[in-house]
């Protein structure tokens, strides 16, 4: 039986086209510049992002720290979301690899809390470390896959400039978010100083993401890299992917959206209480009360029938959808779900 997989937007596989444009991708070395794939990858994700230029890296955890490494020193502050995927789930890279203290913002709404932005902003005196960057997210995993508007997301940057801050986005996803609202990236990208997109998300590459900049911090960032481990030689293979998912599957992210839309109201109709995301994106995320092991029953349960998805925190469940799901495929889970969710109930 086929198994349908919506534990991440990660776990898709290339398909035959994308497989093919690997295949033929012309390659060389990229640590000497001389990979002509990744050279029209970087050119390619820069225009689309309104930025100077950019570099390919194998991960957006290597995105994230890469450009943080490049924005701040050893000892100098950078403003993060309590529930940001870099603070929550990158294993502390900043401050194990760069000694840059997490200064922590409630973004429980999906960016950090202006408030506490202020509260950092503060004196130079020899007690305080210095806010050197603020971090922004979006679309914002753990708050539900949601996307902030182009407006808000504006407004959050533009005061982090007035306080002298500089500003990185974790773009993930920001394909999904510019998709949302029915914008060019552009809206988001050209806000912030910096931003690294994830190709191995919605995109269905099969790894990588670009950190896209002006020139300088670029050259700069390209150093880190190396710094890390992250220079690669032939990387042209893997790149051919990425460049393929930025020309052909970046429009498609809407019937994801649309798929999460149908797979939330069919469990919400079911009487499943489904976290509103205000403007949906690819992610659903649900609530039951099944008391003890009741979450592992219900995992295990649907994945005995073929469907799989997470457990994010006790009673808190995370459904993804992607490239490899069937509007059919969401019918089918929201059903097995229902189902199990209902038998765990009458047996716990
Ligand atoms: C918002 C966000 N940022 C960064 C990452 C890290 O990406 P990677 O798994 O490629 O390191 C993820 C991964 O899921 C993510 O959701």
Redesign the pocket.
Known sequence: MTIIDLK?D?VTRPGEEMRKAMYQAEVGDDVYGEDPTVNTLERKAAEMTGKEDALFV???????LVSLLTHCRAGEGAILGSK???YF??AGGLSALGGILPLIADDSDGLPSMDQVSHWDRPSNVHFVPARLLCL?N???KCGGIAISPDRFAKAAEMAREKGMLTHL?G??VFNAAIAFGVDVREYTTRVDSV?L?L??GLGAPVG?LICSDSDFISRARYWRKRVGGGMRQAGIIAAAGLYALENNIERLEEDHQNAGLLSTLLAEGGIEVESNGTGTNMVFFRVHLGDGGDDDLLERCAERSVQFNKVEPGRFRLVTHIDVTRDQVRQAAEVILEEVEACRSSH
């Open positions: 991440s990660t194998v991960s957006g955890t290597m995105g994230n940001s995927h870099i789930y990158e997210e679309t914002h995993n974790d993930a996803r690294q994830c191995s998300k993401s």
